[in-house]
């Protein structure tokens, strides 16, 4: 057995670590009156969700655009492929398939 983890035990963690984690559990304890259950950490985490999409909406993050040329030899470009099954047998389509993302 890795030894008795039952009280005490010490757990050492690093000091910013452990401080920014006190203060955010602080932070959300505060925030809930005696007897009601907090929704603080949902609240923040949604609120954090909808900045997110939003600056995802503004950049065009997720648009994707079908090139009319192929792309220059070293610039960038996305591939999407599935990941290949592997409940048969191994056969030339999957290299096939593979294939069309090299330039």
């Not at 050492?12 to 950490?41: H, N, P, V």
């Not at 220059?72 to 999407?80: D, L, M, T």
Request: net charge negative; glycine share 6%.
């Amino acid at each position: 057995m890795h030894g008795d983890l039952s009280p005490p035990f010490t757990v050492r963690l690093s000091f910013s670590l452990s401080l920014s984690y006190l203060l955010s559990c602080r932070q959300i304890s505060e925030m809930t009156t005696e007897g009601e259950k907090s929704f603080a950490r949902r609240d923040r985490l949604r609120e954090i969700e909808v900045k997110v999409q939003e600056w995802w909406e503004e950049k065009d993050v997720f648009r994707a655009e079908s090139c009319e040329k192929s792309p220059a030899p070293g610039e960038k470009f996305f591939g999407n492929s599935p990941f290949p099954y592997m409940n048969g047998y191994l056969h030339l389509g999957l290299a096939f398939s593979a294939s069309h993302f090299q330039v």
